[in-house]
C-alpha cells in the first residue's frame, strides 16, 4: 500500500459524458501527478500539482482538467469522453517537487467509456 | 527532453535464473532514473532510484541496477528469478523540460518465470 488513493477504482460512462476522479495523496505529500494508462500510448504524464498550484503539463487534452484543493486532494475532470479516453487513470505523489523524489503511485481509477 | 528506452517488451527466464532488463537513457543533464514494478491490476511500485550517489543502486525483492554513463545504460538485475517476480517493468527518467518534475516511462518490459 503506497499510501495513495483513488477513487472510484472503475468506472463506466457513455460517450459525451463527464467524469471526475479524485486522487489523496499520501500524508505529508505536497505535489500530486496524473499520468494515463493505455495500451496505444503507454504511461503518460498528465499534469502535476504543488501545494494547490499548476506545475507542469504534459500531453493533456483540453477537454481534461484539473486541481489541487487546500486539503491537497486533487480531482481530475474528464468531459466529452470517447472512446479513446478509456485507460487506467493514475495519480502519484511525492514530498516536494524535486527531480529526486520517487512518486508513489496510487491503484488506479480504470476508465471505460461505452 | 529525457527520454527513456527499453529493449525488449517481453522477456521470459526460468526460475532461478539471472533477471537482466535492459533500459537506455537520453538526457543532457546528469539524470534522475527508476525502475517501478506493475503487478497485473495493480498500480506501480518503486523497485529502485538513481541519483547520482552511487552508481550500483540496490532495491527492493533483490533488485538491483547499475547506472553505467559510458553506456547510457541503467539495466535492472537480479541474480535469481522468482515465480512472484512476473509483473511489468517500467524504467523512467525524472525530466524537468518544461518546470515541474514529471516522470518519462520507457514502454515496459513484461517478465515471465517459467518453471
Known amino acids: 500500500d503506497s499510501g495513495v488513493t483513488q477513487t472510484p477504482k472503475h468506472l463506466i460512462t457513455a460517450t459525451g459524458q463527464r467524469v471526475t476522479l479524485r486522487c489523496s495523496p499520501r500524508?505529508?505529500?505536497?505535489?500530486v501527478y496524473w499520468y494515463q494508462q493505455s495500451l496505444d500510448q503507454g504511461l503518460q504524464f498528465l499534469i502535476q500539482?504543488?501545494?494547490?498550484?499548476?506545475?507542469a503539463k504534459g500531453n493533456i487534452l483540453e477537454r481534461f482538467s484539473a486541481q489541487q484543493f487546500p486539503d491537497l486532494h486533487s480531482e481530475l475532470n474528464l468531459s466529452s469522453l470517447e472512446l479513446g479516453d478509456s485507460a487506467l487513470y493514475f495519480c502519484?505523489?511525492?514530498?516536494?517537487?524535486?527531480?529526486?523524489?520517487?512518486?508513489?503511485f496510487g491503484p488506479g481509477t480504470r476508465l471505460t467509456v461505452l | 527532453a529525457q527520454s527513456v528506452t527499453q529493449l525488449g517488451s517481453h522477456v521470459s527466464v526460468s526460475e532461478g535464473a539471472l533477471v537482466l532488463l535492459r533500459c537506455n537513457y537520453s538526457?543532457?543533464?546528469?539524470?534522475?532514473l527508476f525502475w517501478y514494478v506493475q503487478y497485473p491490476n495493480q498500480g506501480l511500485q518503486l523497485l529502485l532510484k538513481?541519483?547520482?550517489?552511487?552508481?550500483l543502486v540496490k532495491g527492493i525483492n533483490g533488485f538491483e541496477a547499475e547506472f553505467k554513463k559510458s553506456e547510457t545504460s541503467f539495466h535492472l538485475t537480479k541474480p535469481s528469478a522468482h515465480m512472484s517476480d512476473a509483473a511489468e517493468y517500467f524504467c523512467?527518467?525524472?525530466?524537468?523540460?518544461?518546470?515541474?518534475?514529471?516522470?518519462?516511462f520507457g514502454t515496459g518490459t513484461q517478465l515471465k518465470v517459467e518453471l
Open positions: 502519484a505523489s511525492s514530498r516536494t517537487s524535486e527531480t529526486y523524489n520517487e512518486q508513489f
Open positions: 500524508s505529508g505529500d505536497l505535489s
Open positions: 500539482y504543488y501545494n494547490g498550484e499548476e506545475r
Open positions: 538526457s543532457s543533464v546528469p539524470p534522475y
Open positions: 538513481y541519483t547520482s550517489a552511487a552508481t
Open positions: 523512467a527518467v525524472s525530466d524537468q523540460t518544461g518546470g515541474g518534475n514529471k516522470l518519462t
